[in-house]
């Protein structure tokens, strides 16, 4: 079976760190992905991993254990622009499959 | 980036009636392209994939007759809901698959919000 697990929902402070975990447990592994979603609004891509090792994007970091079938989002100086869900993604199989998606973290910024 | 088209971004009509939402990849083909829905505070939900030239796949539990796919082109799929329902009030999302061994990334469309009255 395919299980994605995430939090529900975090709340941070403005100006702090924040780290959002993703499990996975999927037939195949053929690469995560990190994605963004503003209430009312599509996700926007933020990161993809399909080797360990932790991929640097900004504010933005994303890393990958795939023994231990775990992921984490790292959000730095938080604004509070950076309110939104944020989804973990798991392609389970190579080629033109669809995603599976985790429920989602909400993160409130707070000031 | 890629970018992924929708439209119409809202659209409200009356129950019974249909309505199309094309989605399109402005810059790059896609052989592949998925429909999705998400409803208030939930996460996204894998309706069908979308295959140019042929027939899509549906995941289970959705009404294939109800909800038609059509990939005519390698940068255009449309989804038509058919006899609309207040139940099928929803976000209805798109996504398109940039492929590639460095990139292999899945791009949204802005979405298309329903409403059924």
């Known amino acids: 079976g395919q299980n994605i697990d995430q939090p529900t929902e975090m709340t941070a402070t403005e100006g702090a760190i924040v780290q959002i975990n993703c499990t996975y447990q999927?037939?195949?592994?053929?690469?995560l992905f990190w994605y963004q979603q503003h209430a009312g609004e599509a996700p926007t891509f933020l990161s993809y991993?399909?080797?360990?090792g932790l991929e640097e994007k900004g504010r933005f970091s994303s890393f990958l254990s795939r023994s231990k079938g775990y992921s984490y989002l790292l959000l730095k100086e938080l604004q509070m622009k950076d309110s939104a869900s944020y989804l973990c993604?798991?392609?389970?199989?190579?080629?033109?499959?669809?995603?599976?998606f985790g429920k989602g973290t909400r993160l409130s910024v707070i000031a | 980036g890629a970018v992924v088209s929708q439209h119409p971004s809202w659209v409200i009509c009356k129950s019974g009636t249909s309505v199309k939402i094309e989605c399109r990849s402005l810059?790059?083909?896609?052989?592949?392209m998925f429909w999705y829905r998400q409803f208030p505070k939930q996460s996204l939900m894998l309706m069908a994939t979308?295959?140019?030239?042929?027939?899509?796949?549906?995941e289970q539990g959705v009404e294939k007759d109800k909800f038609l796919i059509n990939h005519a082109s390698l940068t255009l799929s449309t989804l038509t809901v058919t006899s609309a329902h207040p139940e099928d009030s929803s976000f209805y999302i798109c996504?398109?698959?940039?492929?590639?061994?460095?990139?292999?990334?899945?791009?949204f469309g802005p979405g298309t919000r329903l409403t059924v009255l």
């Open positions: 810059d790059f083909q896609a052989t592949t």
């Open positions: 991993n399909v080797l360990d």
């Open positions: 996504s398109a698959r940039e492929g590639g061994p460095s990139t292999d990334t899945q791009y």
């Open positions: 979308s295959n140019e030239g042929s027939k899509a796949t549906y």
């Open positions: 993604a798991v392609r389970d199989l190579s080629g033109n499959t669809p995603l599976v």
């Open positions: 999927t037939s195949g592994f053929n690469g």
